[in-house]
Structures are given as C-alpha cells and as structure tokens.
C-alpha cells in the first residue's frame, strides 16, 4: 500500500479553508487521535475524545454497527464541532459519530482520507506516516 509524506500532510493541514468557525474538535479514537492533534495545533481548541469501535487493525469490520466504547464525557449540547477521523471508507462510523452528537449546535466532518465536509484527501487508501 502506498503511503503519504508526512510534510504533505502537515502542509494541507496548515492550509486547508473552513467554512465555519467551531469551539471543539471531536476526535474518533483511535484513528481520529493524531489527525485531530495536527488540526489542534492550527485551530488552539478544545479537543474530546469520541471512543467508538468498528473496525480491527486489517480495516474489516469487527462487528455489525460501531460500538461506543466510553459514555460521552463532555459537553455536546450548543456546540460547533469538527468532528475528526482519519480514514471514511464507507462512512458508517461517522454517521454514528454524528447521531451521537445530535444536540451539538452544528457538526462538520474531517477526514485525512475520504469523503468528509472537509477532507485532505478523496483517493484510493493510502498508508498513513503515523502508522508503525
């Protein structure tokens, strides 16, 4: 599998456009940690965790729907949130992320790979740099 350059991925981060203005990042962990952390450094918010499971470390489907993980331990009620993952193949696990984020004031999805509201990339999977 083909993998991406670090440096470009900082790059696009340090330049994608948003739209709107949000008041929390929302990562997906685990896959959602790190891109969530880059985006963190650019935008200075506050950033939660959202523990759900869907998929083994060889991207099959562990189970027949995501799994919440931990009970949501902060605030969603009002809030603007760009909600984090690293890979939307099929977009499961996002829409579950959004439905459990229903109360928030508006949610808007980033993807380092796929087909989010905001995304680095839309192409073919690709090894990520931070993957050991």
């Known amino acids: 599998m083909k993998a991406k350059n670090l440096e470009e991925i900082l790059e696009r981060v340090r330049t994608i456009r948003f739209e709107e203005e ?8 685990n896959g959602g940690i790190i891109p969530a952390a880059l985006l963190n450094q650019r935008l200075q918010l506050e950033l939660q965790l959202l523990k759900l499971n869907f998929r083994g470390a060889d991207q099959q489907p562990l189970y027949d729907a995501p799994r919440l993980l931990e009970e949501i331990g902060f605030e ?3 809030r603007k949130i760009l909600l984090v993952e690293d890979r939307i193949k099929t977009g499961t696990t996002i829409a579950c992320a959004r439905q459990l984020l229903v109360e928030a004031a508006l949610v808007r999805t980033f993807a380092v790979n796929g087909e989010a509201d905001y995304s680095l990339y839309n192409e073919a999977c690709f090894r990520f740099p931070w993957i050991l």
Not at 22 to 29: E, I, K, R
């Open 22 to 29: 949000f008041d929390l990042l929302v990562a997906v962990a």
């Open 76 to 78: 969603v009620k009002g």
